[in-house]
DNA sequence: TAATCATTCCAGAAATTACTGGAATGATCA
DNA sequence: TGATCATTCCAGTAATTTCTGGAATGATTA
């Protein structure tokens, strides 16, 4: 047996590559942007604000890892999570960060004026709801990514869509919106949108990733 | 509202906050080691092989991010994990690297030169058999740690003292070994002892942090 | 009150990582 | 087969991070 040490230091350093990956806030943003589905490098850079390059080497890191894997479809090549416990990790990190960092929780509150915008959600009686019809809840990213998963009972109106299909719902129950998770604009502006057009609507601030963990 | 870019970034970059700290491979150890209870800077130092200063640093990081907490003890002070959910994303990061990272694996074999000195626990059935006495669960920790935290039906017999005290242990039954988790060589170091003294013994991968966690 | 001692702060050197532009790859599609 | 185009590789530079030595802190203890 070699050395306690280098044996003990192989070891960490080995689980510290797990944890670089998570260390940078562009691949973050891309590992919760890969939580809504496959997507192609252009896509990524584009909803990331990078690069092309840059967001191909981020995502290069993202596989050495092997928290990612690539396919290659038409002229494009897509990249995925490898499983469901990458998402999974990318959730309890966040909701971690959320609970301990103050500066967090201040720079979420900027999302929204309004903090009673906000519906800490309690799943079961959203999910009661939801199938009764009290509630509509609904679901502003593209519309793939509602095709690849989304909350029970949600339909889909992508944001840019919103606009021109605000007859689709009704004025007369509560619209619960929501997008890709805790950082992501698209269901706070929805919920603007539908305010000021005199819908009653409340931002759910979960989005699959985080609907989908165990706990 | 300030432009979308500049307040995603600005969450990223909070989260990213919690991700750096478990992106070093010292930081990954010294929080395994705090898994097992609150411990002076240097003790952590000594047992992670690092200088007092190096740790204090790394420490310093720990606290910014609000992981861990100080108090002071006589003329020491001591360092803990804010909470349980500390231990949790340590258990949930090393387990996804054991999973994904062929390296790793390679690198665990490393540590006992049979295979077989592995179980990979099912723990009810470790449960149950520890519980009947058909096994004896044997904490191979320095005993401040077995005071702060163990298995159920452990019992505490430090390596250090493992060789005088042999004759604690019974020849008839298996004696499963562990201590801080799967990079500690405790344990390791505690079956090839036994086994040479003629006791049957395996080796059990989970310490306290990992037994407790939720999955 | 003064002495002690564990710990932290500070500044600099060495190593690593993030990002940018130009060239190369390699599969698709005509 | 040859043209196209998304993606990756390969420099080089800027920025961060890790680690080391000396000084400073600040609570304890005599």
């Known amino acids: 047996m070699k050395d306690a040490r280098s044996i003990k230091d192989a070891l960490y350093e080995q689980v510290a590559r797990i944890g670089k990956v998570f260390s940078s806030p562009k691949r973050l943003e891309l590992i919760e942007l890969l939580c809504q589905g496959e997507k192609s490098v ?6 990331a ?3 092309v390059k840059l967001t191909s080497s ?9 928290l990612v894997e690539t396919r ?6 897509c990249y995925r999570l490898t499983d469901k416990s990458v998402a999974d990790l990318w959730v309890q990190i966040h909701v971690l960060a959320e609970d301990r960092l103050i500066e967090l929780q201040l720079a979420l509150q900027k999302i929204v004026s309004q903090p009673d915008d906000w519906v800490n959600s309690d799943r079961d009686s959203l999910l009661k709801a ?3 019809g009290e509630v509509v809840v609904l679901d502003v990213r593209p519309s793939e990514e509602y095709l690849n998963a989304h909350l029970p009972f949600a339909r889909s109106i992508p944001l840019e869509e919103l606009r021109q299909r605000l007859d689709e719902l009704p004025k007369d ?3 619960v ?3 890709r998770g805790p950082y992501c604009l698209l269901a706070a502006d929805a919920v603007l949108l539908l305010k000021q057009e005199g819908y009653s609507a409340i931002h759910l601030r979960e989005g699959v990733a985080e609907w989908a963990t165990s706990r």
């Open 42 to 47: 252009e896509t990524l850079a584009l909803e």
């Open 49 to 51: 604000s990078l690069s």
């Open 58 to 66: 981020h995502l290069c890191e993202l596989r050495l890892a092997h």
């Open 72 to 77: 290659r479809q038409g002229k494009n090549i």
């Open 130 to 132: 939801a199938r009764k």
């Open 173 to 175: 129950r509560t619209i």
């Open 177 to 179: 919106a929501y997008c």
